[in-house]
């Protein structure tokens, strides 16, 4: 790391330290979403029936379709490869799920808190994927932004 006469850190460094920061917060944004792949496959019959309930269209498609977004989508924001695009494909998915399985104006009062604080921290992962779009993954990534 180069400093100044003055003792402050140069443009160099600070861009370093900025990819780092976005390279962790790639894995932090999208961590959640492997995980729930995992359990989306282990209690298959289950997923199906809950989109079912929910009023999804193609419940099963829907099941397969989720599984493949929240693995395929968090390994390419991870690795860098064509992220911006991967982000832009977790927000559809995350509003989407969100107007699905988090409408909390439905629910009676002692439901309704959880699903508005599953709703609005859906909302936050939107507004991080939305930085990840717009300012790209970085310097450590299969293909980093010019």
Same mark, same amino acid.
């Given at each position: 790391?180069?400093?100044?006469?003055?003792?402050?850190?140069?443009?160099?460094?600070?861009?370093?330290?900025?990819?780092?920061?976005?390279?962790v917060?790639?894995?932090?944004?999208?961590?959640?979403?492997p995980?729930?792949?995992?359990?989306?496959?282990?209690?298959? #019959?289950?997923?199906? /029936?809950?989109?079912? $309930?929910?009023?999804?269209? %193609?419940? *099963?498609? =829907? !099941?397969?379709?989720?599984? +493949?977004?929240?693995?395929?989508?968090?390994?390419?924001?991870?690795?860098?490869?064509?992220?911006?695009?991967?982000?832009?494909?977790?927000?559809?998915?995350?509003?989407?799920?969100?107007?699905?399985?988090?409408?909390?104006?439905?629910?009676?009062? #002692?439901?309704?808190? /959880?699903?508005?604080? $599953?709703?609005?921290?859906? %909302?936050? *992962?939107? =507004? !991080?994927?939305?930085?990840v +779009?717009?300012?790209?993954?970085?310097?450590?990534?299969?293909?980093?932004?010019?």
């Amino acid at each position: 790391m180069s400093t100044t006469v003055s003792g402050s850190v140069t443009a160099r460094s600070d861009a370093g330290n900025l990819d780092l920061a976005l390279l962790v917060a790639r894995i932090l944004l999208v961590v959640i979403f492997p995980i729930s792949a995992y359990y989306k496959i282990i209690g298959w #019959p289950g997923i199906v /029936g809950m989109l079912a $309930q929910q009023g999804a269209p %193609l419940p *099963m498609l =829907g !099941g397969y379709i989720a599984i +493949a977004v929240e693995i395929l989508g968090a390994l390419l924001v991870v690795i860098g490869l064509w992220t911006r695009w991967a982000a832009l494909v977790l927000i559809l998915y995350v509003a989407g799920t969100s107007i699905i399985a988090h409408r909390f104006w439905e629910f009676a009062p #002692p439901a309704q808190f /959880g699903q508005m604080m $599953q709703f609005f921290k859906n %909302l936050c *992962m939107i =507004g !991080g994927l939305l930085l990840v +779009a717009v300012i790209g993954p970085g310097r450590y990534a299969v293909q980093a932004r010019p």
